[in-house]
């Protein structure tokens, strides 16, 4: 069965520090790979995805990530955090089922900026 | 814009009282979904239709049930909700999928239960 592995609960960076937030997965094939983010009360935003091809990865917001499958990793990455990145991220990967899709999340990171 | 919308944003039933929460959409996915998600955890997929298929996860207790009546429309029934079961509900939808074809899921904003 699939599963994903956040590894830091909380992490607080400085407004404008680079940010780095890992995710590890298990999965038997060729993983769909995805980070949402998550503001206090409101739904999930997705802030890109990995299916194939190149395995760095653009997104919304400033954010990249690189898929690395000899570590089984698909770490989170921006630059320079602004104060409106505080939120809680979760990475997730994609499996199918029953004609549709399942997305089995990670446990979740929570960011936390200090201006 | 093209959207998943969730009615209520917010709500309070008391214990034992059923409960339904609402999902719409206008993107036209044929598949819905819904994820159960606890304070300060990860969102659980509790079940999910694939047009009119109904697909259960096998851990999704019987109290929760699911109709979808047309494509756009998907409920969640909770018949005797537990204190146990407050939590957001997240609604989400995507195209169907194969092997070959992963479609990303578009989520709702999210019903934040509570149960007294």
């Known amino acids: 069965a699939q599963s994903v592995t956040q590894p830091d609960i909380h992490i607080t960076v400085s407004e404008g520090a680079s940010l780095e937030l890992r995710c590890n997965y298990s999965y038997g094939a060729t993983p769909y790979l995805f980070w949402y983010v998550q503001s206090p009360g409101q739904g999930l935003q997705l802030l890109l995805k990995y299916f194939s091809g190149d395995t760095l990865v653009q997104g919304i917001k400033g954010f990249e990530a690189e898929f690395k499958r000899s570590q089984s990793s698909f770490n989170l990455r921006k630059p320079s955090v602004h104060w409106s990145d505080a939120a809680e991220y979760f990475c997730?990967?994609?499996?199918?089922?029953?004609?549709?899709?399942?997305?089995?999340f990670g446990t979740g990171t929570q960011l936390k900026v200090e201006l | 814009d093209a959207m998943v919308i969730q009615n209520p944003r917010y709500q309070v039933t008391q214990f034992g009282k059923p409960v339904t929460l609402s999902c719409s959409q206008t993107l036209n996915h044929n598949v819905m979904y819904w994820y159960q998600q606890k304070s300060s955890q990860a969102p659980k997929l509790l079940f999910h239709?694939?047009?009119?298929?109904?697909?259960n996860e096998a851990d999704t207790p019987d109290n929760f049930q699911s109709r979808r009546p047309n494509t756009s429309f998907c409920f969640l029934d909770i018949r005797s909700p537990g204190l146990g079961d407050a939590a957001m509900y997240l609604c989400?939808?995507?195209?169907?999928?194969?092997?070959?074809?992963?479609?990303?899921?578009?989520f709702g904003p999210g019903t934040r239960l509570t149960v007294l």
């Open positions: 989400a939808t995507s195209r169907s999928g194969g092997l070959s074809s992963y479609n990303e899921q578009f």
């Open positions: 239709y694939y047009d009119k298929d109904f697909n």
């Open positions: 997730a990967v994609g499996s199918f089922t029953g004609g549709g899709n399942k997305l089995t």
